[in-house]
């Protein structure tokens, strides 16, 4: 590291001295290099103002002219050009070459498979030209791109088609105006040869949509579900958000060489091929639903993040957390809303408070960032969706939407910040979110620490609410935060309580907001079963002392699936963490025959969602296990998590086996009634594998499987359980798709999670696969990421061999692809929460990797942190 990066602060933001108002870009793509015209359109901002600085890395200069003349008033640094002397209004025009070829990055211009295509979010578009690359910076853009007709038919930009035309030499051009103002992170250009799917939509009011879907050469056959997908988003942001589409085309292209899901381009969607592709013969049902979350989020984002986008990077969760909360609530509303909710409980509960818990805590408006790149987060998008949700919460669909309707009103068309955004919502309705603001500014998961008591004379129910939230790695004094607390109470035989105070019925949502407080309820005649922190009303961990059969009541008589879910999980979480203080102790594992008895009620159950109770029966990830200890202990949770599987399956062999053959669909659809059925069917499964049939099973699973969920989920079971045919339907398998990388990713991710003996050493022969490529990040992920992260026996290993396994793999990343690296490294960071050998064999790796003297940025913030704290 020849010089250390620089932080930056949020409290720093300055406006620019200039701006640019539209930019022409001209683009001759060649092998050897690409040529890019830019020619801007700049103003004066601040008066006096006469020089500035323009972002650009690994560009190769030109010329630089003011006004059609050379200009001679220029420096170039490693960052960027430094221009002097300027007039207050001028035309600038600049000529870089870049090689698109050389980019193993992902980021700027590249190739994928063939195919030049861009990522600017968040600081990519300095890779093209150099240019004031920051997102308030809003200009027209005009596109012209002329490269070899054979080889790249398709030429496209943001934007309208406005001409085209032929060369005598082979090549052909096309031009592209975008009429919306954008900044620079929205740019993007493809040129390629792909397979087209075109279909149309009619807005509300009644203008057509040309909606075209772009994929690689022979997959024609794998867009329907996608284009499916953009149509309802289309439909259901007019629907709820009252918000219609406004060019006359939207495109989205797939690739495979992607370092994220997919991106919101204006008018031009990349998307990860993952989120584009399915059939029934290489999608899972997991795969569909995925697809049809990622096209509304990146649509979603056409008004909230494109028509607003954000002041600064530091605003980031301004668009992506209010973009997932759309795009949640877009899948529950065409979904299960009970199921939608779990999963992305799942993650905040899980992953998300690891993060807060990690060197790289910060509030979901980061303060301090080195590299842009690492703050696309859980806590920037989960928890930023969750706070957005917490809003919702308070205020109701109807004053939300109205805060919608105003944020639009004030600052369509600008780059505005996250204090924009709540002030909206305070002005449109009558709430005051003066405290409630701290969750954009305060990091850490807080502890709500519940106590009841009730007095059976005065038939009044106390409730005693602590909030207390543990200093993190970024900030130490934390306060009390505006919590809404939904709670419901219930009576012996399942009747619900209302909730009174002087005789008069309140709102189930509590507002916390003091570091201890009570709420007293009156007209209580018995003491109630209390449900509470209802559809998980906030991103909190949640402290009371229930008993064994109040959880089990909950699970039957909690009015809402979600809290039963809930209660089945805590009952769960209960016994798993007694039982992991026993194995620790040497004592033996015990799993009491009333909590099997909840769980064969649920799966009894007629009346609910089959779906559900798929979900009540899946055990909490060893990571989520992790999160509630603070040593964690990887053996003894792995042995008291699988003993409790393994529990279960002989217990309740009966009623799932029962289950796993009515369950059985002749015939494939994928309606969410029968997503549902397979789903609970592969649960069952994957406890029935555990059993003496279990081989037999899992054969027989995987020759009749009709369709992917099916045969991936005998893949996962014959994995989980160790079976001895494991092999063997894993080799069928690769023999039968080793020529398709992203039906590959579902078998190295099994490999990746394998609870074998031995399973680096099978990690590493796979690295020699023919389907797998440290240069795809599909690929990477599914095998190194899932083994650091999924696999934690292994990945912790007591002789530090996955430690050292994963930062050989970071040392070669480090210089190929930074982000990946970047994200991969997040399961070293965490070496604080491991016993002390472990700590100071992944703390050696850390080290060693601090070392290398072209440490990226992405790498350098994080490693340092983790190694200051
Ligand atoms: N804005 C994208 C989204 O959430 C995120 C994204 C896609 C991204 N590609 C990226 C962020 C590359 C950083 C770098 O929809
Ligand atoms: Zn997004």
């Not at 308030?136 to 070899?148: G, N, Q, S, W």
């Not at 203008?207 to 867009?223: C, H, M, P, W």
């Not at 301004?318 to 409980?345: M, P």
């Not at 990887?634 to 799932?656: G, N, P, Y």
Request: hydrophobic share 40%.
């Amino acid at each position: 590291m020849t010089q250390q990066p620089q932080a930056k602060y949020r409290k720093d933001y300055k406006a620019p001295d200039f701006t640019i108002t539209h930019i022409d870009l001209d683009f001759d793509l060649q092998a050897s290099m690409s040529r890019v015209i830019a020619k801007s359109r700049v103003t004066q901002q601040v008066t006096g103002a006469d020089s500035m600085f323009l972002d650009g890395d690994a560009l190769s200069l030109q010329r630089v002219e003011v006004n059609g003349q050379p200009w001679p008033h220029y420096e170039e640094t490693s960052e960027g050009l430094h221009l002097s002397q300027l007039p207050s209004e001028f035309d600038l025009e600049i000529e870089t070459h870049i090689d698109a070829a050389a980019n193993t990055l992902l980021e700027g211009l590249y190739l994928s498979d063939g195919a030049y295509c861009t990522q600017c979010e968040a600081e990519g578009f300095r890779r093209i030209t150099y240019y004031l690359d920051r997102p308030d910076v809003l200009a027209k853009f005009t596109t012209k791109i002329t490269a070899d007709k054979a080889a790249f038919p398709f030429l496209l930009s943001n934007g309208n088609n406005v001409g085209a035309g032929e060369l005598s030499d082979g090549r052909h051009w096309v031009q592209w105006d975008d009429p919306y103002a954008k900044p620079s992170y929205l740019f993007a250009l493809v040129a390629g040869d792909f397979d087209l799917l075109s279909d149309k939509f009619k807005t509300r009011s009644g203008r057509d949509v040309a909606l075209e879907i772009f994929v690689d050469k022979g997959n024609l056959n794998r867009a329907e579900h996608a284009m499916t997908s953009l149509k309802n988003s289309m439909k259901w942001d007019e629907d709820r958000f009252d918000l219609e589409y406004d060019l006359d085309i939207y495109m989205i292209v797939a690739v495979d060489f992607f370092n994220m899901g997919a991106m919101e381009n204006k008018g031009l969607n990349v998307f990860n091929s993952k989120y584009v592709l399915a059939n029934s013969d290489t999608a899972t049902d997991t795969d569909y639903l995925g697809i049809e979350a990622v096209i509304g989020h990146e649509y979603f984002h056409n008004w909230t993040g494109n028509r607003v986008t954000c002041r600064d990077w530091f605003q980031l969760s301004l668009k992506e957390g209010l973009t997932v909360f759309r795009d949640q609530e877009f899948s529950s509303d065409l979904g299960s809303r009970a199921v939608n909710r779990i999963n992305n409980v799942r993650i905040v509960r899980g992953p998300q408070f690891a993060e807060d818990r990690s060197p790289m805590a910060h509030p979901i408006r980061p303060e301090k960032v080195i590299e842009m790149n690492n703050f696309y987060t859980l806590t920037v998008y989960e928890k930023g969706s969750e706070v957005i949700r917490m809003m919702h919460t308070l205020l109701g669909e109807e004053n939300f939407q109205r805060g919608m309707k105003l944020y639009f009103e004030r600052h369509d068309g600008t780059a505005a910040t996250c204090e924009d955004f709540v002030k909206a919502m305070e002005d449109a309705s009558d709430a005051d979110l003066a405290q409630f603001r701290l969750w954009y500014s305060q990091s850490g998961t807080p502890e709500l620490t519940v106590t009841s008591d009730f007095d059976d004379k005065a038939n009044t129910l106390s409730l005693t609410v602590k909030q207390y939230t543990p200093s993190t790695a970024d900030q130490k004094e934390k306060l009390p935060l505006l919590i809404p607390f939904d709670i419901e109470l219930y009576a012996a035989n399942g009747d619900v309580i209302e909730l009174q105070r002087n005789g008069v019925a309140v709102d189930n949502v509590l507002r916390v907001t003091e570091a201890e407080q009570t709420f007293v309820f009156d007209n209580v005649e018995e003491n109630p079963v209390i449900s509470m922190l209802r559809e998980f009303s906030a991103p909190v961990t949640l402290n009371y002392e229930y008993s064994d059969e109040d959880l089990a009541f909950l699970m039957v008589h909690a009015r809402n699936e979600f809290a039963r879910w809930d209660a089945g999980q805590m009952l769960l979480a209960k016994h798993i963490k007694a039982n992991v203080a026993r194995v620790q102790a040497g004592e033996t594992i015990i799993f009491p025959e009333e909590v099997v008895d909840a769980f064969r009620g649920v799966l009894l159950s007629e009346e609910l969602d089959v779906a559900l109770i798929a979900e009540v029966m899946t055990l909490p990830s060893e990571n989520e296990i992790g999160g509630w200890f603070d040593v964690v202990d990887v053996d003894a949770i792995h042995q008291v998590r699988d003993a409790i599987k393994l529990s279960l399956s002989t217990a309740l062999a009966d009623e799932l086996s029962a289950l796993y053959h009515s369950l059985n669909q002749r015939t494939y659809t994928i309606t969410h009634e029968s997503i549902g059925k397979r789903s609970l069917r592969n649960v069952c499964l994957g406890y029935l594998a555990l059993g003496e049939q279990g081989n037999a099973l899992v054969s027989a699973h995987f020759e009749t499987a009709n369709n992917m969920t099916d045969t991936a989920a005998a893949l996962a079971a014959a994995t989980h359980a160790e079976l001895t045919n494991r092999d063997a339907v894993m080799a069928a398998f690769s023999d039968k798709w080793q020529h398709d990388g992203l039906v590959m990713d579902k078998w190295f991710l099994l490999q990746g999670c394998n609870p074998s003996v031995g399973a680096l050493d099978n990690v590493k022969a796979q690295m020699s696969h023919p389907a797998f490529s440290l240069k795809n990040p599909n690929r990477t992920r599914s095998l190194i990421g899932v083994f650091c992260n999924n696999n934690p026996v292994h990945f912790h290993e007591k002789d530090g061999a996955g430690y050292k396994f994963l930062s050989d793999i970071l040392i070669q990343l480090n210089e190929s692809n930074p982000q990946v690296a970047s994200r991969l490294i997040d399961p070293l960071l965490k070496f604080k929460r491991f016993d002390s050998d472990r700590q100071s064999l992944m703390r050696a790796q850390l080290e060693r990797l601090a070392l290398l003297d072209n440490l990226a940025k992405d790498l350098y913030e994080k490693i340092n942190k983790a190694l200051e704290v």
